[in-house]
């Protein structure tokens, strides 16, 4: 089975050279035969991919050790299910991971499209095509999962202890399938760009993928957050890390293409600039995957340096130059005769949205860059650190949190100063009334007030949406409270859809903002017996007794654990067990640096997270112990937002849609212009 | 026959051809220096900061104040944390606990932070600091995002005008369009006298 897997590989390699090849030969000659073979070819191509990928799937999980993939990733001892995520944990068959679901999105996308888009779809075919081929071509040539060794270990290296963790076998995943996605957006630009076809159909297609994208990158970054909270002990989710920053990129262009879109559906206008956000978010993916496996640029969560990152600047540099160049021979194509009648209405407010999202992503890329720079440029390695970073995007994230408030209280084309009142009275109250609430309950950060401030404000404007529209539902169906709300959002869903995402964003920052009253807990050193008592930010005393330490085997493993008994101002509280791990292969010689696992206790408005530093002697246990404020509400926002995208995404039957709008048109413009 | 032990695979050579070529024809040398300058995760950063302590030191930072100039400072591994979060929470790094114990040193030898944070530039340069400097080469890696957003907010700005312009040439043609269906008479003047009042009223 792995022997036709690696023979799967080569095959998919010619039927995505003759995907490319017949599609845009059809395309260009207009051969319905060539596109029809064009679209066939891929689908093999994703087929010889998918039998490729169970090869080695099957590799991992007979223990073929000749694989140097097999030998460098797992052992005979590692549980299955990390076996399985084995698969994407080092960089040939993460490769080819990659490679499956680009294929199968060229697949979905040729399937979706069979009936649609003619006249585009040869480009849209060859251009998946391609890019499939050269992952293939990567793949095959620079890292090979089916590589062999010229002997056969006995038993492999093992999975990194990091690793074995269920976050990390469903983070890169879901980080993949976002950033992969952006191809297809990319491959509908080109497409259009070539055919001249840029409003319509195209656009619905490019969102409904970028949507895909967005999703999926949302929960990629989210789940890579939880990962490096209780996985890396240094109790921060976010370390603008290079390859964080590179999954935050695409995301950030492509949220904002995602609001700049609704300018070109609802007003013809920005055309050139959403194509360039389309382009320029699978160009940053791409980026992001060369930073992160060339090894150019040192991070904990890279693959080691790898020759395969000069395959990807190489694609990288040709696909700008092409696309610039298509681009610039069909500037005259996306003029526009555009109109503004006033810079306070909603198209305005989502031209200031993308100019904060694409300055918050410029930021980023160019901090994350400039150590090269300053390397090539003065010949030293300046480092860019969360400082410079959380300076920076701190204060154009605030902005962009009060831009999700204001935006939707904006009408269309212009607004009036007696809807602005009356729609921006109420948020403006309430922001104000939670500063005041936080200011008397003692708080006297100048960030956090600001912080909570939005918040209260953009929650107030979403709030005040959803009441609006279930008031009017209400007076005008005469539906109860339950029924009026449910209708709401299922027939407007990317509107409500989309106020959901922006509640959880909401619920993020504020979570964010939690970090400001986070502090510096010194090491505590813990015999059996002994009590460490420390005081939280909310005033609470908690007793830290030590139940002394424990040693034993299990898996693939030796566990060393400290026991804690805990309670807050007397009330007793789960027990913690924060645990060091030392792995070992199945002849049980140690594999690995020593690793730990910490105890968190989650709550509400902290975490409490201990982390098992060393051993200072066999029966004193050193430990970090931390209080995270408010911690648990970044997972939840992410989720909140991630059920927002799912409901934006649902397809929504086209003729309830149009009777919808008809019936809800009144109501609509009402609140939009405030009549 | 058999192939020179030297000789370059068919693979190898597509594989250098397809990948390194077009990079190094596009990129001349960019990166090269950074690639030879990546050591990998498990490399030894660490380089010794000892000077002498000073004559009947005092020591001037306590516990906290050491955290805090800890804080600032980059671990040289590729963690992307501060010298104190990594001493404290990264059991694999060498490196952190080695300068941390450079660190503690020179406080106990009786130099003051910035005294401390001279003597670590000295050996390990700019890379060290967690933050870049506010000058010098440095002060672009500050300027840049701001002089970015503001000039995205200046194309804004001109574009919005341009737009806002449209806008107004649109209503007055439309206004056009509707005098000439219902067959007004008027004379040119008359025409941009009134055109001109809807640009003022529209504005």
């Known amino acids: 089975m792995t022997l036709v897997g690696e023979l799967s590989l080569w095959v998919a390699i010619l039927m995505a050279a003759w995907t490319t090849t017949v599609s845009w030969a059809g395309g260009y000659q207009r051969r319905s035969d060539l596109v029809f073979s064009g679209e066939r070819a891929m689908y093999a191509t994703f087929a010889f991919t998918m039998v490729a990928s169970i090869g080695l799937w099957y590799a991992l999980f007979t223990h073929d050790f000749s694989l140097r993939f097999v030998s460098s990733y797992t052992s005979r001892n590692l549980p299955s299910v990390y076996t399985f995520s084995a698969f994407w944990a080092g960089q040939a068959g993460s490769m080819l991971f990659w490679t499956l679901i680009l294929s199968g999105y060229g697949a979905l996308a040729v399937l979706f499209n069979r009936k649609r888009l003619r006249e585009m779809m040869p480009w849209v075919t060859g251009t998946m095509g391609l890019i499939t081929l050269f992952f293939l071509l990567a793949t095959a040539f620079a890292a090979n999962p089916f590589e062999r060794l010229d002997w056969v270990p006995a038993d492999g290296r093992g999975l990194n202890p990091q690793l074995q963790n269920p976050g990390m076998a469903i983070h890169p995943p879901m980080l993949y399938f976002g950033y992969v996605a952006t191809a297809v957006p990319f491959a509908f630009a080109i497409g259009a ?37 209780v996985e890396l002990g240094w109790s921060g989710y976010w370390a603008w890390d290079p390859v964080e920053n590179s999954s935050l990129l695409p995301w950030l262009t492509g949220t904002a293409f995602l609001h700049s879109i609704m300018i070109q559906e609802k007003r013809g206008m920005l055309r050139k600039w959403n194509v360039t956000l389309v382009v320029l978010t699978f160009l940053l993916s791409i980026l992001g995957t060369f930073i992160t496996r060339s090894g150019v640029i040192e991070s904990v969560h890279a693959f080691a340096q790898s020759e395969v990152g000069w395959w990807f600047l190489g694609f990288l540099i040709a696909a700008t130059i092409l696309t610039a160049m298509l681009v610039s021979t069909r500037l005259k194509d996306m003029e526009a005769k555009a109109e503004l009648e006033s810079m306070v209405s909603r198209e305005a407010a989502f031209l200031y949205n993308n100019l904060v999202l694409v300055g918050i992503a410029f930021a980023t890329l160019w901090g994350t860059l400039f150590p090269i720079l300053s390397e090539w440029v003065q010949d030293e390695k300046i480092t860019v650190g969360m ?16 831009l999700t408030g204001i935006g939707p209280l904006i009408a269309w084309r212009r607004a009036s100063t007696a809807n602005l009142k009356r729609q921006f009275l109420m948020p403006v109250v309430m922001g104000f009334v939670a500063v005041a609430v936080l200011m008397a309950l003692g708080m006297r950060h100048f960030y956090a007030l600001v912080f909570y401030g939005i918040s209260g404000f953009v929650a107030t404007t979403i709030t005040q949406e959803f009441v609006k529209g279930i008031g009017a539902r209400r007076r005008m169906y005469q539906e109860g409270l339950a029924m009026a709300s449910v209708r709401l959002v299922a027939r407007n869903r990317r509107r409500y859809g989309g106020y959901v995402v922006h509640f959880g964003v909401v619920v993020m920052f504020a ?31 908690w007793n830290f007794r ?14 060393t654990a400290i026991s804690l008994v805990v309670d ?5 509280m789960p027990p913690m067990v924060a645990e060091r791990r030392q792995h070992f292969d199945a002849s049980q010689n140690a594999t690995f640096e020593p690793s730990t696992e910490v ?48 409901i934006v995404m649902w397809p929504q039957a086209e003729r309830r849609e149009r009777g919808y709008a008809a019936e809800m048109a009144p109501q609509h413009e009402e609140v939009l212009v405030g009549a | 026959m058999f192939p020179s032990p030297n000789a370059v695979s068919r693979r190898s050579f597509l594989r250098r051809g397809a990948a390194i070529v077009p990079a190094l024809v596009m990129a ?35 516990e906290e104040a050491v955290i805090a100039l800890e804080r600032t400072l980059a671990c040289p591994c590729p963690c992307t944390l501060d010298i104190y979060t990594c001493r404290t929470t990264d059991v694999t790094c060498s490196n952190s606990p080695a300068i941390h114990g450079d660190v503690i040193r020179m406080v106990n030898g009786g130099y003051n932070a910035d005294e401390i944070l001279l003597e670590l ?12 400097a506010k000058s010098g080469f440095s002060l672009m890696v500050w300027f840049m995002p701001f002089a970015a957003l503001a000039t995205g907010a200046l194309a804004i700005a001109l574009l919005v005008r341009t737009w806002r312009q449209n806008a107004v040439n649109a209503t007055a043609a439309r206004v056009d369009g509707g005098v000439g269906r219902i067959g007004v008479q008027a004379t040119d003047d008359e025409m941009a006298r009134l055109q001109a009042a809807l640009r003022d009223d529209t504005r």
């Open chain 1, 511 to 541: 979570a964010f903002a939690g970090q400001f009253f986070k502090k510096d807990y010194a090491q505590v050193e813990l015999k059996e017996g002994d009590t460490y008592a420390a005081v939280d930010p909310w005033g609470h005393t």
């Open chain 2, 121 to 132: 530039d000295k050996v390990y340069g700019q890379r060290i600091m967690a933050s870049p």
């Open chain 1, 193 to 229: 760009l070539i055919t001249r076809q840029l409003d319509g159909e195209w656009l619905a297609a490019v969102r409904r993928w970028s949507l895909l994208s967005w999703f999926f990158l949302t929960i990629g970054i989210v789940l890579g957050m939880w990962w490096a909270y």
């Open chain 2, 28 to 62: 001349p040398g960019v990166l090269q220096g950074q690639v030879s300058s990546t050591v990998n995760m498990e490399g030894n950063y660490y380089l010794p900061v000892r000077p002498p302590a000073k004559p009947n030191p005092v020591v001037q930072l306590d």
């Open chain 1, 599 to 646: 105890a968190i206790l989650e709550m509400a408005g902290q975490d409490v997270y201990v982390f098992f530093s060393g051993m200072l002697d066999a029966d004193t246990a050193i430990l970090t112990i931390n209080f995270n404020p408010l911690v648990i509400w970044v997972w939840i926002g992410g989720i909140i937002m991630a059920f927002g995208g799912v």
């Open chain 1, 387 to 402: 400082p410079f970073f959380n300076s920076v995007n701190t204060p154009l994230g605030l902005l962009l949190l009060a």
């Open chain 1, 568 to 572: 807050r101002d007397g009330e007793p």
């Open chain 1, 546 to 559: 030590s139940e002394g330490l424990s040693r034993y085997n299990t898996v693939n493993r030796n566990v």
